[in-house]
């Protein structure tokens, strides 16, 4: 292991991030004491075949800075110079982040349905597993059929769960013993590695029943006891478990590793440590959500008071996984999202073209609007699907999100969107925020990057975020309440500094923007009808409050919460069609 | 290779190395031998299906304790044995035993347990294409390598097969029809252009065709495609899509040849090889292993990856440094290619593939 440098001398920070289709190298420094992004660079990933091998993607990505900032980073053999040097060359700090690698392949054994079981598959589902089999106590298959399923299954990883610490025993081992068996009949030198994550007493035992066949690897029991879940500590060990298996299929982990001091972390890993420091820094009382669309697979990372909700759909994602959207989520659900008429099968072709090649971009404005429609539909999904154990939304209603702030949004869609209206507008219909939120995009993918950074370096995350390399799509006010469309929801008021006041009505079915820039901020007055509430704690409750500006403006959704879309396919197309022109997306 | 733009590389080329892995699905035996000479259809490793495991209860199957019951093992573990065997026992006046199932092996003895492989059936890899041994590890994979034109696709069916190529319907975006489909083509790897309805491709399963390949399917048919017989390759990618001219060209000018068909799935991008059709041509000193890292460079000849010309080859002009505005709204790094009978047009550099 390399030894990190000493943080007080710490300056110039270089991140990168490894994903399925393209590498980012971000460069940091201080300036006027804070951190500031000086450079990013960006190239295809060089993870995938050919060459298999990361570090050439890197060494691309990082050219890219070379170029731009004229700051040598390379030495003459392609080394990192690192620590810098006094003639500006060279880096303090490296940190790399990772969602690149083959799909996963995971079997959960656990022992009680809706307890340990229900935790393992939190833990899965919250990095890149694909869980392929599910065993548990419960199961009424025989125990040699469970041999030939796990066979069947070729799983990379048996992750093992169950037993709250000293509690029960003898059915762990019970069960272990089948899938020990199993794991023995692997063919030489494909054997599964093995997380085991539960009663910690059993650790020994799991350990030796494995000794010869599979390298076993120990956490935190996930149910320590049935009243309480701990995901992070085991998260982190499966964390190192997944690199290890990710680095054993594709080179150039090990250079990497060695240049960031023994550590690659993972990008989800990363993204939800910023989601989680944010909630911690934020007001309390709101949780703080952050999405990121990938083409291999979507995050969610949710976080309330510190306690963070991390999901990882590898199923779902804008590249090779695109198909599976459609056992989830029917063909209308994706096309009620377009603003022109494209066809169901022109629409199924371009999402098996898309999985082909994951890496082109739209050219025409309708394979534009498609790929918004499918990101729209990928998030709506994966929200859906993560949002288990999560604080119920207003009123108790399910299927409402409950407050967040901020609402923190990357991946390559939506970072490349040509107008941020289109981010913006994807965002509101996915994800249905309610009451006051402020949408932030960050536009380079550097969550990942700020998130491994603030392991070494803790200030650099709150100091670039705060800085302007993110952009804040705006304020959004989302009024809860029904009742016919056209109805009157609040009166608004937004006065800006040197600048007459606005002052209106909006009803219900209307998408406002104010004009409000980024870096500007406004007073805004709402006072809401009866049978309505914008934000303030209670329905008909008026109020007042500091708003900041966005690239989009200040965004009133009165479109209503649930976003109900009319059942009339063409009535359907003009709103969305309008509703990109309100935001600012078409003109 | 720093600041270079490597995009993902399709090869067209009338004259190559091809050098190809041929692995079982479990390990097994191989029977080609190193620097032999095989045929497509020859067998060159062997195996067994995923074998099926039931748990034998020596304690219940003798009437014994269970702690008593492995003492009256007659076999060991890995020991084969064929159905009816004696496993265990006999014991006392009735002579209780304990027999094989059927064909199989113990493949573990736990307590009074004892875990038995039932044998799955055989199964044999071929070559799939003339080539020569050039590589083994004994037991799963065998290195192949035939001098050959090559033409990968972007999509296959997952199946395997060789035969003489002929062309179906007149130029590279021919729709599939039943109507073309007659007894001359029986037998053959046939080359057309798209297809969007089923009924061709299950008519050509009667003709007993040796393989399909396409431009383009409708998305719609992936079902139905995968369940054909016969091998399936499409080379542009799903909708209506005619094959690229580099493709149709290369495969129609061996039309009478013998060729193998690989239409192996899409797998991940980590393991992705590309479904291909390999034409063997007499060995050549000319021939030399295709480029799979090819910088995009002035004068690279290219394939478009999606619409508005998805499919079309042309010829890189200039690279500028400007990133260009398309109608969708995005600006991206682009290049400007000649089209084939359409000029220039920019194309984003995401959207290219080099072909070699």
Not at chain 2, 281 to 298: G, H, V
Request: hydrophobic share 40%; glycine share 10%; net charge neutral.
């Amino acid at each position: 292991m390399m030894d990190l440098p000493n943080m007080v001398d710490a300056e110039t920070l270089l991140a990168v991030d490894v994903g399925s289709v393209h590498t980012r190298a971000s460069l940091f420094d201080v300036v006027d004491n804070q951190y500031r992004l000086v450079a990013t660079g960006r190239s295809l990933s060089t993870a995938t075949t050919p060459l298999l091998d990361i570090s050439e993607g890197v060494r691309m990505a990082m050219d890219q800075i070379q170029t731009i900032t004229g700051r040598r980073l390379l030495d003459e053999q392609d080394g990192l110079i690192m620590p810098s040097s006094s003639q500006g060359a060279g880096v303090d700090v490296f940190v790399a982040t990772s969602s690149a690698g083959p799909r996963l392949r995971a079997v959960l054994v656990g022992l009680t349905p809706g307890v340990s079981l229900e935790s393992g598959r939190r833990l899965a589902t919250s990095s890149y597993l694909d869980v392929v089999e599910e065993i548990g106590l419960a199961d009424r298959r025989r125990e040699d059929e469970r041999i030939d399923l796990i066979l069947a299954a070729r799983p990379d990883l048996i992750l093992i769960v169950g037993g709250t610490d000293g509690g029960a025993d003898e059915s762990v081992l019970r069960l272990v013993e089948g899938v020990a068996l199993a794991a023995g009949l692997r063919p030489a030198g494909h054997a599964p590695r093995v997380l085991y994550a539960g009663n910690r007493q059993l650790g020994a035992a799991i350990v030796e029943r494995f000794a010869d066949q599979s390298s076993v690897s120990l956490a935190p029991n996930v149910r320590p006891s049935l009243e309480n879940e701990d995901l992070t500590s085991a998260r982190n060990r499966m964390a190192e478990v997944i690199a290890d298996l990710r680095s054993s299929k594709i080179s150039g982990f090990d250079l990497v590793r060695q240049w960031s001091g023994g550590y690659v972390m993972l990008t989800a890993d990363a993204f939800g440590r910023v989601i989680r420091h944010l909630s911690q820094t934020y007001e309390p009382r709101r949780g703080v959500l952050g999405v990121d669309l990938g083409a291999s697979q979507t995050t969610i990372a949710a976080a309330f008071g510190g306690d963070l909700r991390l999901t990882v759909r590898t199923d779902l994602g804008l590249g090779a996984p695109l198909p599976s959207l459609l056992r989830t989520a029917s063909m209308e659900s994706i096309t009620r999202w377009l603003p022109s008429d494209i066809a169901d099968d022109v629409v199924r072709d371009y999402i098996f073209n898309k999985s082909l090649q994951p890496q082109t971009i739209p050219m025409e404005k309708d394979e534009l609007h498609l790929e918004f429609a499918l990101a729209r539909q990928l998030l709506q999904t994966a929200l859906g699907l993560a949002r288990s154990g999560w604080p119920k939304g207003k009123n108790g209603r399910g299927s409402l999100l409950p407050p967040m702030e901020p609402i923190l949004a990357g991946g390559g869609v939506l970072s490349r969107a040509p107008r941020p209206g289109y981010a913006a507008l994807a965002l509101l219909d996915s994800l249905q925020p309610t009451g006051i939120t402020t949408l932030v995009l960050d536009p380079y993918g550097l969550t990942p990057a700020l998130g491994a950074a603030a392991a070494v370096i803790p200030m650099v995350a709150v100091q670039v975020l705060e800085s302007g390399s993110y952009v804040s799509l705006g304020t959004v006010v989302s009024p809860l309440g029904g009742g016919r469309t056209g109805r009157p929801v609040a009166r608004v008021k937004l006065e800006r500094e040197g600048q007459a006041a606005l002052e209106g009505e909006v009803r219900l079915g209307q998408l406002v923007v104010l004009p409000l820039p980024q870096g500007e901020v406004g007073r805004l007055t709402l006072r809401p009808e009866r049978g309505f509430d914008v934000g303030f704690g209670a329905y008909g409750k008026a109020g007042t409050l500091k708003v900041t500006g966005g690239a989009v403006g200040l965004i009133i959704d009165a479109r209503g919460r649930p976003l109900a879309l009319p059942k009339d396919a063409g009535r359907r197309r003009e709103l969305n069609q309008k509703w990109l022109i309100d935001i600012g997306a078409l003109q | 290779m720093k600041s270079a733009y490597l995009p993902p590389v399709l090869h067209v080329t009338p004259m190559t190395i091809v050098r190809r892995d041929r692995t079982l699905p479990v390990p097994g035996t191989v029977t080609a031998r190193l620097n032999e000479r095989v045929q497509a259809v020859d067998v060159i490793a062997e195996a067994e299906t995923a074998p099926r495991h039931v748990f034998l209860d020596l304690a219940r199957g003798l009437g014994v304790p269970a702690k008593e019951a492995p003492s009256h093992l007659v076999r060991q573990k890995g020991d084969r044995v064929e159905a009816g065997d004696t496993i265990a026992g006999p014991v006392g006046m009735a002579r209780r035993t304990v027999r094989a199932p059927a064909d199989g092996r113990v493949v573990a003895i736990e307590g009074h347990r004892v875990l038995f492989e039932v044998r799955g059936e055989p199964i044999g890899l071929r070559a799939g294409m003339p080539a020569l041994v050039v590589g083994s590890d004994g037991t799963q994979t065998v290195t192949l390598e035939v001098t050959a034109a090559l033409v990968q696709g972007v999509w296959g069916n997952g199946k395997q097969d060789f035969g003489v190529i002929r062309t179906l319907g007149s130029g590279p975006g021919a729709r599939m029809q039943t109507d073309m489909l007659d007894i001359n083509l029986r037998g053959a790897v046939l080359i057309g252009g798209t297809c969007d309805q089923a009924a061709p491709l299950h008519q050509a399963t009667e003709l007993m065709v040796r393989g399909i390949v396409l431009g383009s399917i409708t998305s719609d048919l992936i079902p139905a495609a995968q369940r054909l017989n016969y091998p399936l390759m499409i080379t542009e990618g799903f909708g209506v899509l005619p094959m690229n001219s580099a493709a149709y060209g290369l495969l129609t000018s061996n039309v009478g040849r013998d060729v193998a068909i690989d239409a192996r799935p899409p797998a991940d991008r980590y393991s992705y090889q590309r479904p291909e059709i390999i034409i063997p041509q007499p060995p050549s000193r000319q021939a030399d292993f295709p480029e799979e890292i090819i910088p995009l460079k002035e004068g690279a000849r290219v394939r478009i990856l999606r619409a508005p010309f998805h499919g079309a080859v042309g010829v890189v002009r200039d690279l500028p440094n400007k990133a260009a505005d398309f109608p969708s709204g995005l600006l991206a790094r682009s290049a400007n290619v000649e089209i084939e009978g359409l000029g220039n047009r920019m194309i984003p550099l995401a959207n290219l593939e080099v072909i070699q």
